[in-house]
């Protein structure tokens, strides 16, 4: 028996749906997308990347994010809350409200086994398409592993791996730099 797809929802019955449902979802092209829950590993790699670097950025024209602030993307077509998200600057937000950031500089994202294909594939398409977002950091919690991809222009994007323990990650669009010691601190491989 054939099923029919899930009717369209546009992004503002999204956010009013969002705003008063007891979990959250993103939104993709039109389809509300639930959202799974955490392990240990994913939850200290979030804290960890989030406490170390806050402390990097104190005294910064940036503020630091974690998944509680949803990003809409330039054409919004994608509503996502990145695990980790820095703004800078004169951080933009959707209508009267601070739900909704337009203009990230930096977003990192934990993999998982189910979203871990999302993330790499339509999700980042997506995140490549706002022309604030300079640095994209996807986040293995399998093993010391961080993939970085960096803006080079508009049409191209460069990709660097990071590995092992004794791993130094640049942030170069915020001159900063990450040991994945401190991303990966209490973690056993």
């Known amino acids: 028996m054939a099923t029919s797809p899930p009717p369209f929802v546009s992004f503002e019955e999204y956010l009013a749906l969002e705003q008063k449902a007891p979990y959250k979802s ?33 005294g910064s024209d940036c ?3 974690s998944g509680e602030l949803l990003f809409r993307t330039a054409n919004g077509r994608v509503g996502a809350y990145p695990n980790v998200m820095v703004l800078c600057g004169h951080p933009q937000f959707e209508g009267e409200n601070d739900l909704v950031a337009l203009n990230p500089r930096v977003l990192f994202e934990v993999l998982s086994p ?28 399998d093993q010391p592993l961080v993939e970085v991809q960096t803006r080079a222009s508009q049409t ?16 170069e669009s915020l001159g900063l730099q990450i040991p994945l010691a401190s991303i990966y601190e209490r973690l056993t491989f």
């Open 26 to 58: 993103e939104y993709f092209h039109g389809e509300i997308v639930a959202m799974s829950g955490g392990t240990r590993g994913h939850s200290l790699i979030i804290v960890n990347l989030a406490r170390h670097l806050g402390n990097l950025l104190q």
């Open 114 to 141: 189910s979203t871990e294909a999302y993330d790499r594939g339509k999700k980042a398409q997506e995140y490549w398409r706002c022309p604030s977002v300079q640095q994209y950091f996807l986040i293995s919690q």
């Open 63 to 65: 503020e630091l994010h």
């Open 156 to 171: 191209k994007v460069s990709v660097e791996w990071f590995s092992g323990l004794d791993a130094i990650c640049p942030i």
